[in-house]
């Protein structure tokens, strides 16, 4: 049996940081070639996980597409967030 990685993407995070700028999503930002969401996958891509579910925005899935074809991920599965705090419902459709 294996893991099923569950990654959370693309929210601004003003629940934890209420003060920054909204703009802003702290998984695509770049650290000097590197970003959380690229480090998310390549750690995604070990034997011991099985395809990933990313949860994002609409606004964010050309981007999340891009990093997946990027890390040679192929079998992944795609939530859009209908709206802000809805997150945790998403999950109750999960197979």
Not at 5 to 21: E, F, H, M, S, Y
Not at 43 to 57: E, H, L, M, Q
Request: glycine share 6%.
């Amino acid at each position: 049996m294996k893991i099923r990685p569950v990654i959370l993407c693309g929210g601004a995070g003003t629940r934890l940081w209420p003060n920054q700028k909204k703009h802003q999503v702290k998984q695509f930002i770049d650290f000097g070639g590197w970003n959380l969401f690229e480090k998310a996958l390549i750690r995604c891509k070990s034997s011991i996980f099985d395809s990933p579910v990313i949860s994002t925005n609409s606004k964010y899935l050309k981007i999340i597409k891009k990093f997946l074809k990027k890390s040679k991920i192929h079998n992944y599965k795609i939530i859009l967030e209908p709206s802000k705090k809805i997150l945790v419902l998403q999950f109750y459709l999960l197979p």
